[in-house]
């Protein structure tokens, strides 16, 4: 990572203190030592950046197996115009916490972020499958609930940290339904900020806005990654909340607007669609796998030389 959050700028994030979102971001020490502003849901975090209370915001945008954070990511597509400049992978695992003395036969309630308690369904079916699920706006908040006074009987689903923080016992450790649980965050900031510089190892992330909805619409799109062999990551689709049946296309794909067959896709894309909306080229997380952009960068070069050796014969009128 070059491009590395100061120690005096400030990133927003979804609080109170102890949720995932700070796990994530206290896992890179450069986020880690800014000044931090826990905000009550995503779309506090990123109106706080938007705003200017805060120099970046840092927000889950997907999970292995809920998929697509809503909250965050319509935010990014419709409300907001701000840029991905790095994102994060997390491990998530689950912990079932509650106040001291009580065991896992007392609980009749369980509190917790609707994702995460969505992620333990098959857990809670097995080991507490009468229990009432009631909702938090995050994993801390729902830690803190049951630590300031929640009900007899009642457990939150949370981080290790969070039973830390407010003095919870773990009741169950590991209850996710699933060991391959991971999230990703993405660090986002104002326009203004600029993209950070190519890495060798980046992502792409543009919204697709057709002209009209017809056949073969969506071909048209895939086929000018395809053409150019730029490896497509995600393809998502959402309700553009103008009309129904309306839908435009989120997708990620590897590599950044400053490699060359990049640019010349999304150039072909705002010629083609209504609307092209650019939410950010950053670095990718995990482990680099740029065989495939290289060799797509170095064929696009080829054609251009070609089509330069042509046009040198154009005569001058």
């Known amino acids: 990572m070059t491009d590395r959050v100061a120690p005096g700028a400030t990133v927003a994030y979804l609080g109170p203190a102890g949720t995932f979102t700070e796990e994530a971001l206290r896992s890179e020490r450069d986020l880690a030592e800014a000044r ?19 120099d970046f915001g840092f927000v889950a945008l997907e999970n ?33 916490l509650a106040a001291a003395g009580t065991g896992l036969g007392d609980i009749d309630r369980v509190v917790s972020f609707p994702v995460a308690t969505a992620q333990c369904r098959a857990w809670l079916a097995t080991h507490l499958p009468d229990v009432e699920e009631v909702a938090a706006t995050s994993t801390a908040e729902a830690v803190r609930t049951v630590a300031e006074g929640g009900r007899p009987g009642t457990a939150a689903i949370g981080t290790a940290l969070a039973g830390s923080l407010y003095g919870l016992d773990l009741l169950a450790s590991g209850i996710e339904d699933t060991d391959h649980n991971v999230t990703r965050f993405c660090l986002v900031a104002p326009v203004a900020a600029g993209i950070p510089a190519p890495s060798g190892h980046d992502k792409t992330t543009v919204v697709c806005f057709q002209a009209a909805d017809r056949p073969g619409s969506l071909h048209g799109i895939l086929g000018q990654f395809s053409a150019r062999d730029i490896n497509l990551v995600k393809l998502e689709s959402r309700p553009t909340k103008r009309a129904l049946g309306e839908y435009c296309f989120i997708v990620d794909f590897e590599g950044h607007v400053a490699d060359e067959v990049v640019a ?11 609307e092209v909306k650019f939410l950010g080229s950053y670095p990718a997380a995990g482990h680099p796998s740029v065989g495939r952009r290289r060799d797509a960068h170095e064929a696009w070069a080829s054609a251009d030389a070609w089509i330069a050796s042509i046009r040198r014969s154009i005569r001058t009128p």
């Not at 826990?38 to 706080?48: D, I, K, N, W, Y």
């Open 264 to 274: 010349d896709c999304l150039r072909d894309l705002h010629v083609a669609l209504r």
């Open 36 to 54: 931090l502003l826990p905000e009550r849901s995503f779309a506090h975090v990123l109106a706080a950046v938007d705003e200017g209370r805060a």
């Open 64 to 96: 292995a197996i809920e998929g697509s954070v809503v909250a965050a990511l319509d935010q990014l597509v419709f409300e907001r115009n701000l840029l991905i400049v790095r994102e994060v992978l997390l491990p998530v695992t689950q912990h079932l």
